[in-house]
């Protein structure tokens, strides 16, 4: 689809996909709570499980318009919509390559399912396309990245990906939670498959759960037979609290991105601080990269206190910011990845990724740059 039929941005987030109220004109989309939908006269058979109540099926527009796919999905959670895809797609004797840093639950999700399924599986050292490349066998059926990725921040080049993929009739897919459609949209560069965990920017205020899949007619109507066998739907009742949140999703973004950049610049230039991971930083490894195929740089950042500093004290001595699971609501949090969402890792598997004891994700909210600040040196000064 191209730009230019598109309205903009924030009159997708507000109206595209909008259920009519044409009984009462209510100003909002009403909510469809219905199980059951007349056969009469209608040619498609509606029903939850099968992802096509009203709602959801109006939601799905908006999730594609918002990532200039033809279709979408979504799901009742990140992990629904990421194990319907990946299994959507393969079968037993399939290969899949993975991108080595990813997020936790999807890691967990790979070493634990597929084996039974006899679906082979190969991790990447690193996220250059050469290493994907190297791992590419007959039997090869996904690359499946995620960039940025979690936590360190790592910038996968998408165009590469997605030209060795075609040069291969190789799927790929992409967990775009961290950029979200606001700061990326993976397809402009010829990625096939986009995942959103929903719980996270698109739902915004954590308060909901769910999951996100864009993609072209073909690909989710391929999904779609194997995810009404899985169930993984979302509740009508969320799906309508999804909407309502994706109406602002584009003004929190960028507030939330502008806040990470002025909070990276911060941290790097603090002295307490012994390194910071962040794509809009040009000190970031693969910033020229980011620039290219990133809209804005995120709302993620990570960062290493100097030694002698304890992260998890820090933490806990912040008063504004709150040290939480989960990530990209309004409010800003930290999680200690190495106690969280890489715990699961032995501690050699997390070193090999470059994730120590002490880094510190930091998921920046839409409080002001200058009330973070001034928490943060609280923090540091209640320690000294
Ligand atoms: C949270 C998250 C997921 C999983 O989403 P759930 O909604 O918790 O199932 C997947 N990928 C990334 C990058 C996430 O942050």
Redesign the pocket.
Known sequence: MKDKNLPGINTICVHTGEVKDEQFKGAVSPMYMSTSYAFEGVDVKRYPRYFNTPNQEMLCKKIAALEKTEDGLIF???????SAAMFAFLKTGDHVIIQQV??G??YNFIVSEFDKFGIEYSFTESDKAADFKSLIKENTKILYI?TP??PLLGITDLKAIATLAKENGILTMI?N??ASPINQNPVDFGIDIM??????YMGGHSDI???AIAASKEHIAHIWKTAINFGGNLSDHTVWLLERSLKTLNIRVKEQTRNAQEMAEYLEGNSNVDRVYYPGLKSHKQHELAKKQMKGFGAMLSFELKEGIDAMAFQNALQLIKPAM???GLESTTVSPAQT?HALLTEEQRLERGIKDGLIRFSVGIEEAKDLIEDIEQAIKSLQ
Do not use: R, W
């Open positions: 009742g959670s990140g992990m629904a919509a990421i990813i997020y639950g999807t995620e990725s979690n967990d939670t961290f995942l959103h965990s929903a719980t996270k759960s769910a999951g989960s990530l990209a969402t």
